[in-house]
């Protein structure tokens, strides 16, 4: 019955570790199947080496394993949040979640600093946002009482309350920087949120070697950051074949 699904996590996961996105165990990702309510996730502390996708865990939205001999990631409750909370403020768009401990994008995160949109390179992936921002969002840190709730579940609410806070719309924003911790993305299915994760580790080197080579570096005007989006992704795209 989940086959399919934890073949799709299973590949997720896989490339997590072909990009170079995480070491040893650390990062996770997940297929959502919205029609069922459950998604696939990478079971907790294996190494990717010796994952199978039969090794992938069903959980559905209230946080119960539903099929899987091992334990899920230690994440499953960010990933619970955020699945139900996206299904009702996207429908079914968000279909995978990854998290990875890539390490410019994990160094930005640990400096609680948005990433600012310094080249056309970050502004092909990142749109305009209503509120008139295009970094990348960083949540605030933790509070102590959230943390000592239910830190994962409350990593989850975290991101939510940053998008809701911030007036962010999450199909077209589909990466965050959670505070102190690391990056979250998703997108339409578990592969496109490894992609967003990759794009995010990118962006975020070129971001840190910009500000070593001019910390004073001013971000992109705001006429060149529409022009690169629209030319790949606005209604007169001419971007790709």
């Known amino acids: 019955m989940y086959k399919s699904l934890k073949e799709e996590a299973y590949e997720a996961n896989m490339e997590i570790k072909r ?3 995480a070491i040893f165990t650390w990062g996770n990702s997940s297929a959502f199947d919205p029609d069922k309510g ?7 502390g294996v190494e990717y080496d010796s994952l199978k996708p039969q090794s992938m865990v069903i959980v559905d939205l209230e946080g119960n394993i539903v099929e899987g001999k091992l334990k899920p990631s230690s994440d499953t409750k960010t990933h619970q949040v955020l699945y ?16 990875t401990h890539s390490t410019y994008a994990v160094a930005w995160a640990q400096a609680a600093r948005p990433v600012p949109v310094f080249g056309t390179t970050h502004a092909d992936h990142c749109f305009p946002q209503e509120n008139g921002t295009n970094e990348i969002p960083c949540t605030d840190f933790m509070n102590t009482e959230a943390v000592k709730n239910n830190y994962e ?27 102190g911790h690391g990056p979250f993305t998703w997108g339409g299915s578990a592969a496109e949120s490894v992609y967003n994760s990759a794009i995010l580790e990118e ?3 070129m971001a840190f070697l910009t500000l070593a080579i001019n910390p004073a570096a001013n971000p992109l005007p705001e006429h060149i950051i529409k022009k690169h989006w629209e030319r790949k992704h606005g209604q007169d795209a001419y971007y790709g074949q």
Not at 38 to 44: E, G, L, Q, T, Y
């Open 38 to 44: 459950v998604f696939a996730i990478k079971p907790s």
């Open 153 to 179: 579940l409350e990593t989850g609410n975290l991101i939510v309350e940053t998008f809701k806070k911030r007036n962010l719309n999450l199909v077209q924003q589909n990466m965050i920087l959670v505070a």
């Open 203 to 205: 962006i975020c080197k």
């Open 84 to 99: 139900r909370e996206f299904s009702q403020l996207a429908g079914k768009s968000v279909r995978g979640i990854t998290h």
């Open 19 to 21: 990009r170079n996105l």
